[in-house]
């Protein structure tokens, strides 16, 4: 059985940095394509990194170039998103999800499996 569990969320002010988790399981994590998307209250989930496989290719929303990293640890199954200078509009539900294809899509329908998600909250 397959199981994203992302941990890291919580309440910070503004300009403030937090680092996202993603510890998989079930799965042969290193030859998936791993991203996280986000989803704000009323609005549809969106796209934020992507992280390919052996060969590292990195993809970021434009909004959160320069802020944002999407790592990986392929010998703890585990993906990261470090997250710095923080804004308001950042608040939203964060999840981690797998992709088998491993085309790093921005389209929440091409990815398998997903994360409960963490929810990230930046205070202004």
């Known amino acids: 059985q397959v199981q994203l569990v992302e941990s890291g969320g919580g309440l910070v002010q503004a300009g403030g940095s937090l680092r996202l988790s993603c510890a998989a399981s079930g799965l042969r994590f290193s030859i998936y394509t791993m991203a996280w998307f986000r989803q704000a209250p009323g609005k549809e989930r969106e796209f934020v990194a992507a992280r390919g496989r052996s060969d590292g290719f990195l993809k970021y929303v434009d909004s959160v170039k320069g802020r944002f990293t999407i790592s990986r640890d392929n010998t703890k199954n585990t993906v990261y998103l470090q997250m710095n200078s923080l804004k308001p509009e950042d608040t939203a539900v964060y999840y981690c999800?797998?992709?088998?294809?491993?085309?790093?899509?921005?389209?929440?329908?091409?990815?398998?499996?997903w994360g409960q998600g963490t929810q990230v909250t930046v205070s202004s």
């Open positions: 999800a797998a992709d088998r294809l491993g085309a790093g899509s921005t389209d929440a329908r091409e990815y398998d499996y």
